[in-house]
């Protein structure tokens, strides 16, 4: 089974764990859509949306020395928008009613995140038996994107972000 058709079973389960929920995106980090269950929308504008807020989140996490990026939620009148890590190379993004419990869609939303980096993972490593599979048949999009990750997160074009190498962080106490 593709990763494709696996990735838009779980954003179907989440639609249905979280009624609230409006629409929901899975994507790779440099924009291409993988699956969506996101009726009234343009799939390919939001995961363009989504790779840019994407550099800008990383460059936010890195510049305060937060650790590697988790999530982002924004709220706007009407709604949220919220985005998920989904591994090194996917990104879950969830549309939601004002009204929804935050607390849940960020529950749920962290859960869907994990299962869609493992179903991106296996589709990587194929299957544990050797075999290509739907891999040898269709390639799938994840391994088309480029691997030149030289220009620095967040200009044009978006590339797979590497998570930066961890600063130390000053001893408190002052000179020992």
Known sequence: MAVETDVLAELQRLRNRIPQLTGSLAATVDGLVLAQDAPGTEPEGLAALTAAVLGVAYRMTDATERGDFRE????????????????????????????????????????SGVRIADLVAAARTGPETGRQGDRARKPDRLLTASADTSRPIGTLPVRTPQPPPRRPRPQAGGNR
Do not use: F, I, Q
């Not at 706007?76 to 849940?104: C, F, I, M, Q, S």
């Open 72 to 111: 982002l939620l924004v709220r706007g009148a009407d709604g949220y928008v919220a985005t998920y890590a989904a591994g090194p190379t996917a990104v879950l993004t969830l549309l939601a009613e004002g009204r929804v419990n935050v607390g849940r869609l960020h529950l749920e939303g962290r859960r």
